[in-house]
């Protein structure tokens, strides 16, 4: 009898479209898994309507995206591998801190409440939501030359502005708001439990070149576990940038975190 497929639970974070997960999706159902990558809440199928329908995902917050996944969890048949970049990495941090899968992988993850690092190039990355106030409860698009900075700074302008055309889709600003005020709110949906240690295992992924997400960033959330005794690890990617999961180079980290997994099976 063929013994049951583990899920995983793929989750994007701001600006790019959930399809960006598809080579991921048939890499890890080749080693054996059971691969699911949902949009965000009301997130259109294809990348062409969720650019004509930016509204549909405005306001959304942290804590209403956190809940979506951990429903779509609730209804699988096994507790899933969660992997999650960026704005999804802070989510996949969450549902592991509130116990919910069996082991989780951030690569480049918001920065969460506690985190305090705040680099030059963290803000400029961030500005074309928080630059404007009135974003808060909007759907905000990148240009292809804010693409180039937050996301494909270690590209070609070439691959990087194919990237932009492929994937990018308008995202909503409030989870922006939120984690960047973190650190001046009491309850903020930003909070991860840390300190859990029953949890399973997480991997934390940096890009050294990251702008959106800076390698202090990631190895100040890594800090932040120190009082946990459940598993945590680092992996620092040289050189590579906040697009490090959909740029030609994605191979490498996919399989980082194949081995990692396979390692703590």
Known sequence: MTAPRRPAVFIHGLWLHASSWAPWLDLFRDAGYEPVAPGWPNEPATVEEA?????????????????????????????????GHSFGGLVTEKLLGQGIGAAGVAIDPAQIKGVLPLPL?????????????????????????????????ALTEQESDELYEKWTIPSPARPLFQ????????????????????????????????????????????????????????RQFEGRGHSLTVDSGWREVADAVLAWLDEHR
């Open 51 to 83: 650019r004509a329908n930016p509204d549909l995902v405005a306001n959304l917050s942290i804590d209403e995206v956190t809940d979506h996944y951990a429903k779509i969890i609730a209804a699988l048949p096994a507790p899933p591998v969660i992997v």
């Open 121 to 153: 190039a963290q803000l400029r990355a961030g500005l074309p939501a928080l630059g404007n106030p009135a974003n808060l409860h909007k759907a905000v698009s990148l240009t292809s030359k804010e693409f180039r900075f937050g996301f494909g700074n």
């Open 179 to 234: 984690a960047a005020a973190a650190n001046f709110v009491m309850h903020s949906q930003a909070k991860v439990d840390t300190g859990n240690d029953t949890r399973g295992p997480l991997l934390l992924i940096s890009g050294t070149a990251d702008h959106t997400v800076p390698d202090v960033v990631t190895r100040s959330t890594f800090k932040q576990y120190r009082d946990s005794t459940a598993v945590t690890e680092l």
